[in-house]
């Protein structure tokens, strides 16, 4: 390589053995030694030996891929417990519908067309448990995020959509004031729900104790600069100062059902996607939430 003049300006890497049969990594480097007046006089030639370096790449190869593992473990965990929930939804309403069933039939008072209408009912709940498997499913078969053309307001109505009938249980009203024609950003669509979900769904534990009249969430997604920005705004109870400080960090939660994990993944979410994840308190009470991400150039 090097007489044909083929040689890597960076050197060869090679693995060479020590006289006493130890292996190491080096890296070799051939330059044609050039006289004053051009001629070709010689080589010289020169071998680091770069074992140090190699073995600090693999460390920190390591370290990443263990970062990785631990932030899907977590994720994963996560998905686990926003999956019972989700899932629980359809369910007991399968359960209800159900019992409906056998009492009609139990009383002898019953239509074969009124029992079709709740069979059907049965059926669509069953529908959407499998979608909300399928959708477990598909993340965690894959392993690295995807970054696609997103359009934000259209994942926000499909993450409003999936938090409805709890809303609806908890007294929720949800208001959109969505920006129109935003531009779309590059990112993962599922992390992006997960995201919105998350800030949703603490949005409305925090206004688990005002009158239900007052329980009005406010989703808001404007473009400033080059970012596209979501903002969660509630009127719930706040954050005092010291939770504040520990707002993000992983399992820290004030809920007794609580998993302390949701800001934590929203955070990272947020960082991986070159965003940022803030918040502020609501004029006239409550809690905004600012999630911003940049819009794709
Ligand atoms: N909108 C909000 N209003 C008031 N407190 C909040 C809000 N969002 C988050 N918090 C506080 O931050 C904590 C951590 O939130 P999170 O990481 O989502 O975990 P979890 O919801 O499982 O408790 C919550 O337990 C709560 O004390
Ligand atoms: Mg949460």
Redesign the pocket.
């Known amino acids: 390589m090097v007489l044909g003049g083929h040689a890597p300006p960076q050197g060869i890497e090679i693995r060479l053995m020590r006289k006493n049969g130890e292996r190491f990594d080096a890296l070799l480097i051939e330059a044609p030694l050039i006289d004053s007046e051009g001629r070709h006089i010689g080589w010289m030639g020169s071998m680091v030996d770069v074992t140090e370096q190699k073995n600090a790449q693999e460390l920190a190869r390591q370290q990443q891929e263990r970062l990785q593992a631990t932030a899907r473990l977590v994720t994963m965990g996560e998905m686990a417990s926003t999956l019972a929930h989700e899932l629980n939804q359809p369910l007991a309403a399968i359960s209800s519908y159900n019992t409906g069933c056998i009492n009609m039939i139990g009383s002898g008072d019953m239509s074969p067309r009124e029992l079709t209408g709740i069979l059907e009912k049965i059926g669509k709940q069953a529908q959407r448990a499998g979608q909300i498997i399928r959708r477990v499913h598909a993340f965690v078969r894959r392993s690295e995020p995807k970054c696609e053309p997103v359009d934000l307001n259209a994942i926000l109505r499909e993450a409003v959509g999936l938090v409805e009938p709890d809303a609806e249980r908890r007294g929720v009203n949800i208001q959109l004031n969505l920006a129109e024609a935003l531009p779309p950003v590059a990112a993962d669509p599922v992390m992006i729900e997960q995201v919105a979900i ?2 949703i ?3 409305m ?2 206004m688990a104790n005002i009158p239900r009249a007052g329980r009005d969430l406010l989703l808001v997604t404007r473009l400033q600069d080059d970012m596209l920005i979501l903002s ?1 705004a ?1 009127r ?4 005092p100062p010291d ?1 504040a400080e520990k ?2 960090a992983p399992f ?4 007794e059902e ?9 955070r990272s979410i947020a960082e991986l996607h070159r965003g940022r994840l803030s ?1 502020e308190d609501n004029p006239g009470g ?2 905004i ?1 600012h999630f911003s991400i940049p819009v794709l150039t």
Request: proline share 0%.
């Open positions: 998350n800030l769904r603490n949005g534990d925090a969660v509630d719930g109870k706040g954050i939770v707002l993000f820290f939660t004030t809920k609580g998993m302390g994990m949701g800001l934590n993944i929203c918040f409550g809690t939430f």
